[in-house]
């Protein structure tokens, strides 16, 4: 390719360049005053901020909150950070109403709206069971290491159905109490 073409279409490239919105925006708002551009700024900061404080306060009235059963939330803070991090994402996930894919129904516990969250680290099974069948809140009953490949433990288990007995009567007290979080 010739240099003459060349510098043609680096020419040609320019000038679709200078005639897109974005620069022409650009200049507009270059063109204002510097008390002008102030002000501007001034609105934009407080339209986001409202804009923010909106979005947390749809947020809030739509999350349901979590109830930590027993030593639950220490044990799940115990956990690796990744594996941390997954957990309360999945969490975070059910709060707002939704079931993150990892969210598996735990067996042996049908109708009891058991789910667990199950993640593998390092040689290493790290579990989080929690319920969603109370309307005013997540329980999380139980969180749990245990070897990858290894049956769940009898005592985990009863550990999890006397956790279920006490988010019973949690709920129940909170109806009594007249929702009251």
């Known amino acids: 390719m010739s240099l003459d073409i060349k510098l043609n279409q680096d ?9 897109t919105p974005q620069l022409r925006q650009a200049i507009e708002i270059l063109q ?4 002008e551009l ?15 404080e909106q979005l947390d306060q749809d947020m809030a ?11 639950s939330k220490d044990d799940l803070k115990a956990f690796p950070n990744e594996v941390c991090s997954r957990m309360g994402y999945a969490l975070a996930v059910a709060q707002e109403g939704g079931e993150h894919p990892d969210a598996k129904p735990l067996k042996g516990f049908d109708g009891a709206g058991l789910l667990e969250l199950v993640e593998d680290f390092d040689g290493d099974t790290y579990r989080a069971v929690y319920t969603v069948r109370f309307e005013e809140a997540i329980y999380v ?7 990858s490949g290894v049956a769940t433990p009898q005592r985990e288990v009863t550990l999890i159905r006397e956790r279920l007995k006490r988010a019973e009567e949690l709920h ?7 929702g009251k979080r």
Do not use: C, N, T, Y
């Open 11 to 19: 020419l040609r490239l320019r000038q679709q360049l200078v005639m």
């Open 32 to 35: 204002l005053s510097l008390p």
């Open 38 to 52: 102030e002000a501007a700024l001034v609105q934009s900061e407080r339209d986001a901020s409202q804009m923010h």
């Open 61 to 71: 009235a739509d999350e349901r909150p979590i109830a930590w059963v027993g030593s």
């Open 141 to 147: 009953l139980h969180a749990f290491q245990k070897k």
């Open 172 to 178: 129940v007290q909170r109806i009594v109490s007249g």
